[in-house]
């Protein structure tokens, strides 16, 4: 089978995995917030965010680095002691840096319940650390239905947990094993499905770990910066406020995580061509596939967004519950970040396929130290309405900065004719569901209407407009235009 095959398979693949992997992500939420209410939740989010600081000061951005470091590589013995090696230093690196949350727990004024939590769930950050060392060496090779697969049934798992748990009443602890046995369901299945491409075990070439070090810095200092203004908002939260509050925040936030699970699966795609493209001087190939990148990223975004606003309390009612109304205001804010989270991780990783991650240090440090005093200034005052506010700047000054380095560097810059053609098709789409009655609404097969409904007339108008045609993703992927060389991609 040819790359561009390939690429088109790999991407239907993820993209109809991706909405079955939503389906059961917004499923699992439904019957975990349903379960422990807004008190309980909020404490769940809190041990998660807690520890999901160590596991980032861990991450190094192996997952992106295993990508770069076998993306050339033919051999599969070299291959094979790169991955031995990244999987390596990935388990040592997460065992030492969750092995800090106890002692940094220790200055926490957080109840008996949420420390204990957290020393029970610390375990779980383990498997996702090792599954991405896997998603790199499967993204290379262009055989992500095998990461689908995985991710699928850690989601059922996830599901029979909490419905067992809340059957048996066995409360937030019950609910926090169910989440550790997902995350091993999940990398045992991503393990044994991989055994095909190589076979992982624990090595120690230090000369490469090196290698590792040096190529992996910059981006594990923008990944924790980023931590800093992403994930700390929960954490400032649960410091200031009640679980309650962390609770509703935490579901709509929910919501956006879900959503935004889209830009990081194409961008994960993409990376591997721009990176070549580059390497190999192909601009004009590299500038192409950007734009089309931009399109397709400002093509969903955008009515997600007006959608989101319109639609944003009977989502959080149907999603979470009764008792996540207040979250449909909190969600009317999140929903904007959405947009600048899609143009930001695709400009993001095109500055790693330029391989000048090192320059945006600089904007990640500014960001983190506005967003940090933001946080601080903005959530005594504000509660969730302030944490969203700064999540929204932050993803905003990101974007514009990553945009700017891909300009400086490659002197690209977008054509806007279809994000200007999406914007008028989101806009008659936002007016179809502002006519809407509110009453056809109200539960899963009313509001699933008003969704699907909503999307035809979007993509109507924008097929209408010209801003799509049946033949888009053959200009990214044309058997024609694809360079012999990028066949190095998949080692074929």
Request: charge should be positive.
């Amino acid at each position: 089978m040819s790359v561009s095959k390939k690429i088109a398979k790999n991407t239907i693949i993820q993209l109809v995995g991706k909405v079955f992997s939503t389906i059961l992500g917004l499923l699992s939420l439904a019957l975990m917030t349903r379960y422990l209410g807004q008190n309980g939740f909020g404490e769940y989010t809190t041990i998660l965010n807690f520890l999901t600081i160590f596991a980032v000061f861990a991450d190094f951005g192996l997952t992106l680095v295993t990508v770069q470091m076998i993306s050339g590589v033919k051999e599969k013995e070299k291959e094979s002691k790169i991955l031995n090696n990244l999987f390596t230093f990935r388990l040592l690196s997460i065992i030492v840096f969750l092995s800090l949350s106890p002692l940094v727990l220790f200055f926490t004024p957080y109840s008996q319940a949420i420390k204990l939590g957290i020393l029970i769930t610390a375990p779980y950050f383990i498997f996702p650390a090792l599954t991405q060392i896997i998603v790199g060496l499967l993204q290379k090779r262009l055989r992500m239905e095998r990461a689908v697969i995985a991710e699928l049934a850690s989601r059922i798992i996830l599901i029979l947990g909490i419905i067992l748990i809340a059957r048996f009443d066995k409360g937030l602890t019950g609910i926090l094993l169910a989440t550790i046995l997902s995350g091993a369901t999940s990398f045992l299945f991503h393990y044994f499905l991989a055994r095909k491409f190589t076979r992982l075990r624990l090595a120690w070439d230090f000369t490469l770990w090196r290698k590792i070090i040096l190529r992996s810095w910059p981006l594990a200092i923008t990944i924790i910066l980023n931590l800093l203004y992403l994930k700390t908002d929960i954490v400032f939260l649960s410091l200031f406020k009640s679980s309650a509050e962390v609770g509703l925040y935490a579901a709509a936030y929910r919501v956006i995580d879900v959503l935004t699970t889209i830009p990081f699966m194409f961008a994960g795609l993409i990376l591997p061509i721009l990176t070549t493209a580059w390497l190999e001087n192909k601009k004009e190939y590299f500038k192409k596939t950007l734009q089309k990148s931009f399109d397709f990223m400002t093509i969903t975004a955008l009515p997600l967004i007006v959608g989101g606003i319109m639609l944003s309390k009977p989502i959080m009612l149907i999603v979470a519950g009764d008792d996540f109304a207040a979250s449909g205001k909190i969600l009317n804010l999140l929903i904007i970040a959405v947009g600048f989270i899609f143009l930001g991780t695709m400009f993001s990783h095109a500055v790693i396929a330029l391989d000048k991650q090192k320059k945006l240090i600089g904007f990640y440090i500014f960001t983190s130290i506005t967003a940090l005093a933001g946080y601080l200034i903005l959530i005594p005052r504000f509660s969730y309405f302030g944490a969203a506010t700064i999540t929204i700047y932050s993803e905003a000054i990101i974007s514009i900065f990553a945009a700017y380095c891909v300009f400086k560097y490659s002197h690209f810059l977008p054509k806007l004719n279809i994000l200007i053609k999406s914007v008028f098709a989101s806009f008659l789409m936002g007016f179809f569901l502002y006519i809407y009655p509110n009453s056809l609404k109200d539960d899963f097969i009313e509001l699933s209407l008003a969704i699907i409904l909503a999307s035809i007339i979007y993509f109507l108008f924008l097929f209408l407009l010209g801003g799509i045609h049946l033949n888009d993703l053959k200009t990214i992927f044309k058997r024609t235009k694809t360079p012999q060389t990028y066949k190095s991609i998949n080692g074929i």
